[in-house]
């Protein structure tokens, strides 16, 4: 089990639904309804924010790749 499927399954039934609702979202660059910043000092790295929790993502030209999925904190973003 890697990182993130661990932090998925730690947290509550409706947390889960909604990461897994952004994260098929950000799958097919649907980004119009999501809270979406770009990250300084890189090109292609981009946060999602929901509620307390932060989606790291890269975008690349053959999809985009989940980093990390963690709570809000110093080292986040």
């Known amino acids: 089990m890697n990182k993130l499927d661990k932090f998925l399954s730690k947290l509550d039934n409706k ?30 790295k981009y946060r999602v924010r929901i509620g307390k929790i932060r989606i790291i993502f890269e975008h690349t030209k053959t999809g985009n790749n989940i980093q990390n999925i963690s709570y809000r904190d110093d080292n986040t973003y």
């Open 15 to 44: 947390n889960r639904l909604i990461l897994e609702k952004v994260i098929s979202l950000i799958a097919i660059n649907e980004f119009s309804t999501l809270d979406l910043k770009k990250l300084k000092g890189s090109s292609d």
